[in-house]
């Protein structure tokens, strides 16, 4: 597996279809003025044990530039990843990482799979699957995270805390921080393997400051570079701007170097001893760019309105001026992290009323370019809330498709929080349809609410018309009962564009109509019709649910021949997606594991109810036709495994369903003929199969480093109602501690092995 990258936004990418950047995946060049730290290296070689390593320290104090000697002169085999806000996605984050490892060595595309929505699946099953590519490698390998102070998805540091923990013998985590690091390190310390350098393992001394200077073309004698030492207390950034201020046009011992990384300083410093040296317009270009986190030519002319942009960009390199080359042609570039934060403040204080044309520039240049996310990175920050709500249209669906659903989650944060669901209706469907895919009933039912009071006028750009969005949303959703679910569809239909993604959804719905209203024959021919569409549309995913509910169609007439090729045609469909952790897959495991009863292979049937299971959590009332249908079926295959339990609890979560949203045509009478064979079923004795959904909820968790308090803060419950629901499970499972409930979970299949 080899994947085509590049220094800026890449337009295909084999392993999870989404933009990458090929310079996060490799160390910064080195710089002349670079002052080499052998005995730093050596530590970090020195010891064997130290599986993690964690460098902390302020911004300016060479963490970057230690790990790049560590990765080019150490003993180790060195994956890179450069970390920036983006990769607060858990599925961006985990790609990047595997795509790192994939160029010291080939992994697994199975490390790409997608994790379920809604789920802290990713700080458990899918680290482990990145620690197994780890182990499997032919030698060793350190994988490096660069700037994971941009890590604050709690997920996202979870996934990094996962993969301290589990690394396999040999491997190693190299992290590098100015902020506390994102790994359990109380339990990495007693463990002994962890090496820690701070701010003053970092530090440079006299004879580091001069070889700094020196190097950077400025000479010093030896008291007076004890003297910089002194006033800078060692920090390299310091020493750095003092060189550069002295190339600039300052004479020896006429520069005042700033104190030891204090802000204001700083920024006064840069002021006063660096820009003043530098001609007018090399500090407007320094500034006025300083909004962009990378730059080329083309985009810095876009950006100023003027040319030979290209050409600076060379010439500022050449001079150090903490510009950094993101590829071998240089035609890509970014600052230094801290002096970009310089500059850009030092824009605030200049021209402040710049700073939002500026970004508009570029969310308009990276737009035309076909850099989509980019521009809308910039349309945000410049201010222009109108096109960011239009790109945050155009890409929500796609960039879901793709797994990343927490950016699809912070754009829909950002739309709240800026108050724009009113001026974007449309997209505030897809916020309603995005919290009911994710088994949030609450929020969707918040974004429904704001939906409702908006008048359905207006046509999108793609043709379709706003009532028919808002039609499609409620026909999805199903929560006003057939009849209103039906004409919904219609409206729809009506409406949106011949192109729209959506049709086989509405397709579908009209399908469901027919079966609520117990009319298996008609609706037998819409949903294959709709099959056809959501596989000509790419959505596999759902094109697999249709035909397990064909398939229980054809269950119902007592032909298991044709329910046994449409249900192995859907488990197909799941299987080649890569989708058995989405919740469109519950109601074909679930119909996978009757069809295997029937065929006799218990063994399978047992493992496609746990998969099923597995995505219990997500099936809600906010999508209750479709959870209601999986859950029945799920009931019904833990009754071909005589096990009442299983099927009571279930039982259980499609009757709260129906109390919610009461209205589903037949399914509430399928519901009540349940139950009804249930109660005069003797009952089983309580397993796995009768976990709640809150349980199967803390279940990925249990697997974790977190202790139970810090599992109730990222499930927003409270120490003793986790450890509640843990002794639940433990009793239950018919275990009496936390390892062995896991052990039992993976032999069950409730966890991946």
Same mark, same amino acid.
């Given at each position: 597996?080899?994947?085509?990258?590049?220094?800026?936004?890449?337009?295909?990418?084999?392993?999870?279809?989404?933009?990458?950047?090929?310079?996060?995946?490799?160390?910064?060049?080195?710089?002349?003025?670079?002052?080499?730290?052998?005995?730093?290296?050596?530590?970090?070689?020195?010891?064997?044990?130290? %599986?993690?390593?964690?460098?902390?320290?302020?911004?300016?104090?060479?963490?970057?530039?230690?790990?790049?000697?560590?990765?080019?002169?150490?003993?180790?085999?060195?994956?890179?990843?450069?970390?920036? +806000?983006?990769?607060?996605?858990?599925?961006?984050?985990? /790609?990047?990482?595997?795509?790192?490892?994939?160029?010291?060595?080939?992994?697994?595309?199975?490390? !790409?799979?997608?994790?379920?929505?809604?789920?802290?699946?990713?700080?458990?099953?899918?680290?482990?699957?990145?620690?197994?590519?780890?182990?499997?490698?032919?030698?060793?390998?350190?994988?490096?995270?660069?700037?994971?102070?941009?890590?604050?998805?709690?997920?996202?540091?979870?996934?990094?805390?996962?993969?301290?923990?589990?690394?396999?013998?040999?491997?190693?985590?190299?992290?590098?921080?100015?902020?506390?690091?994102?790994?359990?390190?109380?339990?990495?310390?007693?463990?002994?393997?962890?090496?820690?350098?701070?701010?003053?393992?970092?530090? =440079?001394?006299?004879? *580091?400051?001069?070889?700094?200077?020196?190097?950077?073309?400025?000479?010093?004698?030896?008291?007076?570079?004890?003297?910089?030492?002194?006033?800078?207390?060692?920090?390299?950034?310091?020493?750095?701007?003092?060189?550069?201020?002295?190339?600039?046009?300052?004479?020896?011992?006429?520069?005042?170097?700033?104190?030891?990384?204090?802000?204001?300083?700083?920024? +006064?410093?840069?002021?006063?001893?660096?820009?003043?040296?530098?001609?007018?317009?090399?500090?407007?270009?320094?500034? #006025?760019?300083?909004?962009?986190?990378? =730059?080329?030519?083309?985009?810095?002319?876009?950006?100023?309105?003027?040319?030979?942009?290209?050409?600076?960009?060379?010439?500022?390199?050449?001079?150090?001026?903490?510009?950094?080359?993101?590829?071998?042609?240089?035609?890509?570039?970014?600052?230094?992290?801290?002096?970009?934060?310089?500059?850009?403040?030092?824009?605030?204080?200049?021209?402040?009323?710049?700073?939002?044309?500026?970004?508009?520039?570029?969310?308009?240049?990276?737009?035309?370019?076909?850099?989509?996310?980019? /521009?809308?990175?910039?349309?945000?920050?410049?201010?222009?809330?109108?096109?960011?709500? @239009?790109?945050?249209?155009?890409?929500?669906?796609?960039?879901?498709?793709?797994?990343?659903?927490?950016?699809?989650? #912070?754009? =829909?944060?950002?739309?709240?929080?800026?108050?724009?669901?009113?001026?974007?209706?449309?997209?505030? &469907?897809?916020?309603?349809?995005?919290?009911?895919?994710?088994?949030?009933?609450?929020?969707?039912?918040?974004?429904?609410?704001?939906?409702?009071?908006?008048?359905?006028?207006?046509?999108?750009?793609?043709?379709?018309?706003?009532?028919?969005?808002?039609? !499609?949303?409620?026909?999805?959703?199903?929560?006003?009962?057939?009849?209103?679910?039906?004409?919904?569809?219609?409206?729809? %239909?009506?409406?949106? %564009?011949?192109?729209?993604?959506?049709?086989?959804?509405?397709?579908?719905?009209?399908?469901?109509?027919?079966?609520?209203?117990?009319?298996?024959?008609?609706?037998?021919?819409?949903?294959?019709?709709?099959?056809?569409?959501?596989?000509?549309?790419?959505?596999?995913?759902?094109?697999?649910?249709?035909?397990?509910?064909?398939?229980?169609?054809?269950?119902?007439? *007592?032909?298991?021949?044709?329910?046994?090729?449409?249900?192995?045609?859907?488990?197909?469909?799941?299987?080649?997606?890569?989708? +058995?952790?989405?919740?469109?897959?519950?109601?074909?495991?679930?119909?996978?594991?009757?069809?295997?009863? #029937?065929?006799? *292979?218990?063994?399978?049937?047992?493992?496609?109810?746990? #998969?099923?299971?597995?995505?219990?959590?997500?099936?809600?009332?906010?999508?209750?036709? &479709?959870?209601?249908?999986?859950?029945?079926?799920?009931?019904?295959?833990?009754? /071909?495994?005589?096990?009442?339990?299983?099927?009571?609890?279930?039982?259980?979560?499609?009757?709260?369903?129906?109390?919610?949203?009461?209205?589903?045509?037949?399914?509430?009478?399928?519901?009540?003929?349940?139950?009804?064979?249930?109660?005069?079923?003797?009952?089983?004795?309580?397993?796995? $199969?009768?976990?709640?959904?809150?349980?199967?909820?803390?279940?990925?968790?249990?697997?974790?480093?977190?202790?139970?308090?810090?599992?109730?803060?990222?499930?927003?419950?409270?120490?003793?109602?986790?450890?509640?629901?843990?002794?639940?499970?433990?009793?239950?499972?018919?275990? $009496?501690?936390?390892?062995?409930?896991? @052990?039992? =979970?993976?032999?069950?299949?409730?966890?991946?092995?």
């Amino acid at each position: 597996m080899r994947h085509q990258l590049a220094a800026g936004p890449s337009k295909s990418w084999t392993g999870a279809g989404f933009d990458l950047f090929d310079s996060k995946l490799e160390p910064p060049s080195s710089r002349p003025a670079i002052v080499p730290r052998p005995a730093l290296v050596n530590r970090l070689d020195a010891l064997p044990r130290a %599986s993690v390593i964690a460098i902390t320290a302020p911004a300016g104090y060479g963490k970057t530039t230690l790990l790049t000697q560590w990765a080019a002169h150490g003993s180790a085999r060195v994956a890179w990843l450069s970390l920036d +806000e983006r990769d607060n996605d858990p599925e961006i984050l985990l /790609a990047y990482a595997a795509a790192a490892l994939d160029r010291v060595e080939p992994v697994d595309p199975e490390i !790409y799979r997608r994790r379920s929505p809604g789920s802290f699946s990713i700080a458990s099953t899918a680290v482990l699957r990145l620690t197994r590519a780890m182990a499997s490698m032919q030698a060793p390998v350190a994988l490096v995270l660069d700037h994971a102070e941009v890590l604050h998805n709690p997920v996202c540091r979870d996934a990094v805390a996962e993969l301290s923990v589990h690394l396999p013998p040999g491997a190693q985590l190299a992290i590098a921080t100015r902020e506390t690091p994102p790994v359990p390190l109380v339990q990495l310390r007693t463990r002994g393997v962890v090496l820690e350098l701070g701010a003053a393992d970092l530090a =440079m001394d006299t004879a *580091d400051a001069r070889a700094l200077l020196a190097n950077a073309g400025v000479h010093v004698a030896p008291d007076a570079a004890a003297s910089l030492v002194e006033r800078t207390e060692g920090w390299p950034a310091g020493l750095y701007f003092g060189a550069l201020a002295l190339n600039a046009g300052g004479e020896e011992g006429a520069v005042e170097v700033p104190f030891a990384g204090d802000d204001r300083m700083v920024a +006064e410093y840069l002021r006063s001893e660096l820009l003043e040296r530098l001609s007018p317009d090399q500090v407007t270009f320094l500034t #006025r760019t300083s909004v962009l986190d990378r =730059m080329c030519g083309p985009m810095c002319d876009a950006v100023l309105e003027g040319e030979g942009s290209a050409e600076i960009l060379r010439s500022l390199e050449d001079s150090n001026l903490l510009l950094v080359a993101l590829d071998r042609r240089r035609e890509w570039y970014r600052y230094h992290h801290l002096f970009r934060d310089l500059l850009h403040a030092e824009l605030e204080r200049r021209e402040p009323e710049r700073v939002g044309p500026l970004h508009l520039r570029a969310a308009t240049w990276a737009d035309e370019q076909g850099y989509r996310e980019l /521009a809308l990175e910039h349309a945000q920050r410049g201010g222009d809330t109108q096109r960011a709500a @239009d790109l945050i249209l155009a890409l929500a669906q796609p960039t879901w498709a793709t797994g990343r659903i927490d950016t699809v989650l #912070r754009w =829909m944060d950002w739309i709240e929080r800026e108050g724009l669901i009113e001026q974007s209706p449309a997209v505030a &469907v897809h916020g309603a349809l995005i919290y009911a895919l994710l088994g949030r009933p609450i929020d969707a039912e918040r974004w429904v609410t704001a939906v409702e009071r908006l008048p359905a006028e207006g046509t999108l750009d793609d043709g379709s018309t706003l009532e028919s969005y808002f039609a !499609y949303l409620r026909a999805t959703l199903g929560r006003n009962g057939v009849d209103e679910m039906r004409r919904d569809a219609e409206i729809a %239909s009506g409406g949106l %564009s011949p192109a729209s993604p959506y049709r086989p959804t509405m397709l579908h719905a009209a399908g469901m109509c027919d079966l609520l209203e117990g009319n298996p024959a008609a609706a037998d021919s819409v949903l294959a019709h709709a099959v056809d569409a959501a596989l000509r549309s790419g959505a596999a995913p759902f094109a697999a649910t249709i035909l397990a509910e064909r398939a229980t169609i054809a269950i119902d007439r *007592d032909d298991w021949t044709e329910a046994g090729v449409l249900s192995d045609r859907a488990h197909e469909l799941v299987r080649e997606s890569a989708f +058995e952790d989405y919740w469109t897959s519950a109601l074909v495991f679930a119909v996978a594991s009757r069809v295997a009863c #029937r065929r006799g *292979d218990i063994d399978v049937a047992r493992e496609n109810v746990a #998969r099923a299971t597995r995505l219990r959590p997500l099936l809600t009332y906010a999508l209750p036709v &479709v959870s209601v249908f999986a859950l029945l079926e799920l009931a019904q295959a833990y009754i /071909a495994l005589a096990d009442t339990a299983g099927a009571r609890e279930v039982l259980r979560q499609a009757q709260d369903i129906v109390q919610q949203r009461p209205n589903l045509g037949v399914l509430t009478k399928r519901v009540e003929d349940l139950r009804a064979r249930l109660d005069v079923i003797r009952a089983g004795s309580l397993g796995a $199969s009768s976990l709640t959904t809150a349980e199967l909820r803390l279940v990925p968790l249990l697997q974790t480093h977190l202790t139970f308090p810090e599992i109730g803060e990222r499930l927003h419950l409270s120490r003793h109602t986790i450890k509640t629901q843990a002794i639940s499970i433990y009793q239950k499972l018919g275990v $009496s501690s936390r390892s062995e409930a896991i @052990d039992r =979970m993976r032999d069950i299949g409730l966890l991946d092995s």
